[in-house]
């Protein structure tokens, strides 16, 4: 079975910086699809950015881009330039292409950001 | 913009009370989704639906049952509600393609006393 593990239960980072959430999984599928979601305080949990397995180039999002690691199986955030508005909790999301549409997330991570 | 709404935001529900927490889409995705939220533990999926009257179990669906009678709407139903269900609940919908993503409700915060 999959597993997704987010190993920083807390970070903090300073305004207008630049921080790294980890995310590692856990699968034996070649093809797979890759997500970040924030939740903010409101609770209303959207989409950050998406990665599809197969794509060696990393996605971005204007502030926001990913380092895929495929053969590492690593899955990591960059925020630059850090806002307030960042400040939620990031959840690394796996879903298979054959395991039909279950989206295994991960434990978490609290962001702060510190004016 | 997809809209997810759940019916309420805070409940308080006494032991053994059948609750319902109810979900509503307003973009004909055919995929909708229970999930519970607790701290340490991330999101597991309670159940799931792809079509109407079509249902499929998820991670944890022991003490719940589900019903999707029109394709907007997705009912999580606790039949006898616990104190360890005591959690926050998310719904969530998609469209049903490969690589699109889930679109969530703001969350019920339910307790069971």
């Known amino acids: 079975a999959q597993t997704v593990t987010q190993s920083q239960p807390e970070m903090s980072v300073q305004e207008a910086e630049t921080v790294t959430l980890s995310c590692t999984y856990d699968t034996s599928e070649s093809d797979y699809y890759l997500f970040w979601y924030k939740q903010p305080p409101s609770r209303q949990m959207i989409l950050v950015i998406r990665q599809e397995a197969y794509k060696q180039q990393n996605a971005t999002e204007n502030r926001f881009s990913v380092n895929f690691q495929k053969a590492a199986k690593s899955f990591s955030l960059k925020i630059s330039d850090s806002q307030l508005g960042d400040a939620a909790m990031y959840f690394c999301a796996y879903r298979s292409i054959t395991s039909y549409d279950k989206v295994i997330f991960g434990p978490g991570t609290s962001l702060s950001v510190i004016p | 913009d997809v809209k997810v709404t759940q019916s309420s935001r805070y409940l308080v529900k006494r032991t053994g009370e059948k609750v319902f927490l109810e979900c509503v889409q307003d973009?004909?995705?055919?995929?909708m989704f229970w999930y519970r939220q607790d701290p340490g533990l991330g999101l597991r999926l309670i159940y799931f639906?792809?079509?109407?009257?079509?249902?499929e179990k998820g991670d944890i669906p022991e003490g719940y049952s589900v019903s999707r009678e029109k394709k907007e709407r997705f009912s999580l139903i606790l039949e006898s509600a616990s104190t360890n269900q005591t959690s926050m609940y998310l719904c969530a919908s998609r469209v049903g393609t490969n690589n699109s993503p889930l679109h969530f409700g703001n969350g019920t915060r339910l307790t069971v006393t």
């Open positions: 973009m004909d995705h055919e995929n």
């Open positions: 639906s792809y079509d109407v009257k079509m249902k």
